[in-house]
C-alpha cells in the first residue's frame, strides 16, 4: 500500500514537472532557444503570490490579498516578466544584431535575467523559505487507503488541460501554424507572410503563463515558496524534457512523469540524498542509448512541433 501511496505522489508532483517542461519544450521547439529565465518565472509566480497573500499591495495601497487573487496577480507577475525577457533578447538584440536566434546572446542574457530578477527577490524577501496560507490541510480525501490531497488532484486536471489546450492551439489554430511555420524555418515563414514581430512574443506569453501556474500549483500544494524553488524544479524539468524528448510536447509530459516516479521511488527505496544521481543518471543514460528521447525526432534544434 505505501508503495501504492509513493505512485501516486510522484504523479502528483510529476505535474509540475510536466508544466515547466512543457515551457521549456516551447521554447525549444519553435526559437531553438534554452530560456533560462523559466525557473525564475515559476519562482516569481509564487514569491509575488506570497508577499500579496501576506503584507498585501505594495505602498499600502491594500491589506493581505485573498490568496486566490494573489497568486492571479503573481501568473500576471510572470507572464508580464517573460514579455520583458522576449523584448530585451529578441525584439531589441534582433534589431540590432540581426537574426540573434542563431547566436548564444539570446541564452546568456536570459541567464543574467534569471540571476537579476532571483537576486532582486531575494534582497525583497530574504532567503528563508516562506509558508504560503493556501488551502486547508484537511482537504484529503481517502480512496481505498491512499491519501489524495483535493488540491493536487484539482491541479492536475489543470495541467491535463493545458496540455490538451496547447496541442489543440498548435495543431488547429492560425497561431499555432505561424509557430510551426517559424519553428521549421523563420526566413521561409517570413516570406509567407507568417509576423513573427506579433507571434514571438505569443510563445513567451504561453511560457510565462506555464510558469506562473505550475508555480502557482506548487505553492497550493506543497504549501512553501522560497527565492530558491525555481532552481530544483528547473532542472529536473529540463530533464524530463531531455528524456521524453526535445522539442515533443507529449515527450515532455511523458518525462515530467518520469522523472517525478523516479525521484519519489529513489525516495522511498534509498532516501532523499540519492536523487539526484537517479535523476541525473537516467538523464545520461538516455542520451548513450536514445539522444532524441522516448518521443523526441533524430535531429535536434528546429521543427520538433
Avoid at 533578447?89 to 543574467?112: C, M, N, Q, W
Amino acid at each position: 500500500m505505501l508503495l501504492i501511496q509513493q505512485f501516486v505522489n510522484s504523479i502528483m508532483l510529476g505535474s509540475v514537472y510536466v508544466t515547466v517542461a512543457v515551457a521549456f519544450t516551447l521554447t525549444i521547439g519553435v526559437l531553438n532557444f534554452l530560456n533560462f529565465t523559466i525557473p525564475t518565472l515559476f519562482m516569481l509566480a509564487g514569491m509575488v503570490g506570497w508577499a500579496l497573500a501576506y503584507w498585501g499591495l505594495p505602498f499600502g495601497l491594500s491589506g493581505p490579498l485573498p490568496w486566490p487573487l494573489a497568486l492571479f496577480f503573481g501568473l500576471c507577475a510572470a507572464i508580464l516578466a517573460s514579455l520583458v525577457v522576449e523584448r530585451f533578447t529578441f525584439r531589441y538584440l534582433k534589431t540590432r544584431y540581426g537574426d540573434s536566434t542563431e547566436h548564444a546572446i539570446p541564452l546568456v542574457s536570459s541567464l543574467g535575467f534569471l540571476l537579476v530578477l532571483e537576486n532582486l527577490v531575494r534582497i525583497g524577501y530574504g532567503t528563508d523559505a516562506q509558508r504560503f496560507p493556501g488551502p486547508s490541510a484537511d482537504l484529503t480525501m481517502s480512496v481505498g487507503g491512499i491519501f489524495v490531497r483535493i488540491p493536487q488532484l484539482v491541479s492536475l486536471g489543470i495541467v491535463v488541460l493545458i496540455v490538451v489546450g496547447l496541442t489543440w492551439l498548435l495543431k488547429r489554430s492560425r497561431i499555432g501554424r505561424g509557430l510551426r511555420a517559424i519553428a521549421e524555418n523563420p526566413d521561409a515563414a517570413n516570406i509567407l507572410g507568417v509576423d513573427t514581430n506579433r507571434v514571438v512574443p505569443v510563445v513567451f506569453m504561453l511560457t510565462g503563463l506555464l510558469c506562473g501556474l505550475a508555480g502557482a500549483l506548487f505553492a497550493v500544494n506543497y504549501g512553501e515558496v522560497s527565492p530558491q524553488m525555481g532552481e530544483d524544479i528547473g532542472t529536473k524539468a529540463i530533464a524530463g524534457m531531455v528524456v521524453g524528448g526535445l522539442g515533443s510536447i507529449w515527450g515532455a509530459v511523458l518525462g515530467g512523469l518520469i522523472v517525478g516516479l523516479t525521484e519519489m521511488m529513489t525516495i522511498h527505496f534509498f532516501g532523499a540524498d540519492t536523487v539526484q544521481v537517479a535523476v541525473w543518471g537516467l538523464l545520461l543514460l538516455t542520451l548513450l542509448l536514445r539522444p532524441q528521447g522516448l518521443l523526441g525526432h533524430h535531429s535536434i534544434g528546429k521543427g520538433k512541433l
